[in-house]
Structures are given as C-alpha cells and as structure tokens.
C-alpha cells in the first residue's frame, strides 16, 4: 500500500480499477453502459485534445457534466504545451471530476507526430515541464498515464523521476512502447520496478485480457490496481469479476 490515497470510496477488500480512456469509444453512453454491468472504481473521459487556441470539447464534457455512473471521472488531457494544458486543467477542475491526467502513451502516429501522447516521451525535459507545470496549477488530483518510452525504454527512469520529484498523485503504465502499439509482450517488469520507486499508486495497463490474469499481473508487480481497455469491450463484466 503506497503512502497517496486514491479519490473516492475504494473498497479495500479488492484492487481498484479504471476503465482506460480509449478515444471514439469511451464516451458518455459507453461509459453508463459499462456502469450498468459492473463498473469500475474510475472512468475517465476520451481525451481533451489541447493546443493554444482550443476549447473543451463539448461531447467529451457530457461524460463530466452528465455522469450518472455512481463512479468518479477523471479528464484526460492531451497536448504539448505546458501552460495551456495547465491552463485547461484548472478549468476542468472547475467541474465535477475526481481529478486530472496527463495523456503520455497514446500511440497514435496522428498524434505522436505532432509531438503528444507517447510522442512526448522522446523529449524528457518536456515532459519534465508539462508536469511540473501542470502540478503547479492544479489543487486537486494529477495523475499521469504513460507508456515505457517511444522506441525503446531509456527514458523510462527518467519518466518516473520526473512523476517522484513533482508530487503526481498516481501513475498508469502501460508496459510497452508507443512504437510496439498493441503488440508484443508487457514489460510487467518495469511496472515493478515503478512501484518500487514511487510513493504513489502504480496502475497496470496492457494486456489484461481476464479478471485472472489482472490479478496475476497484481500479485507479480506489486501495483495498486488495474487499468483496463480494449478486453473491456470484449468483456464488458471484467470490472465485476475482478
């Protein structure tokens, strides 16, 4: 058990567990669907795309002003400058949401070619000032989701100091690279390795494909709680299960 709580009432007999943002498909009516079934401990929304001139988008805000899941929400964020997306995190926190965070694993080529999600992780110093920037602004939760690196793992640990030094309050990782995708093996192993090194909660993300091998993913890396995608939609009754 890490030293940072997570928000909202978690029942301490089973691990938390989210629903990852998956963009075009956890919107505001898949969201109440999951919630029908068995929801998780968190949703949290599709991301916000943000640049200097944008605004919030109005169909992702519906998850926030509209949820009636009996979950809390978080609002993931995605962009490249540190002011604006602090910016519109403190207008996010205006709503009612458990926290905010930071998008640093979307492995898109649209997105990482214009240098977000897991584009970012190729340039640690930036991503060094999105967090800290980010946390400067925000009262309430931060939170950050990433991916290993871009292409290999050698700013993983650089990635975590960054999260350690800055006060995140909880970490998801997903264990592969943005240029792995959604193939090949999960590195549970750096997962481990994170929550070794941090004084907050280490979500797992990646490959959870059963309520038995999220627990074994658990019980292996010594993470809080899992994060689970793409078998969510496969699998609608995983969050119940597990």
Known sequence: ???????????????PTA??????VTDHAFLHVIAEIGPPDFFFTEYFAIHATSGLDQGTLRSIKENQ?????????LGNNADSLAESGSELEKLPVAGVDLNLGCPAP?????????????N????DQVIAT??????GCFSVKCRLGFSDDSAFDECLESVARHDVDFLTIHGRTVRQMYRGEVDYGSMRRAVERLDCPVFANGNLTSAKVALSVLAETGCRGAMIGRAAIRNPWIFRQI
């Open 19 to 24: 629903l990852a943002p998956m963009q075009h």
């Open 134 to 139: 980010m946390r400067g602004a925000l009262r």
């Open 69 to 77: 899941t009996g979950r809390p929400v978080f609002a993931q964020v």
């Open 110 to 122: 649209k997105i990482y070619k214009r240098n977000a999600g897991g584009g970012l992780l190729r």
């Open 124 to 127: 640690p110093d930036l991503v």
């Open 1 to 15: 058990m890490k030293e940072k709580s997570l928000p909202g009432t978690v029942d301490p007999a089973s691990p």
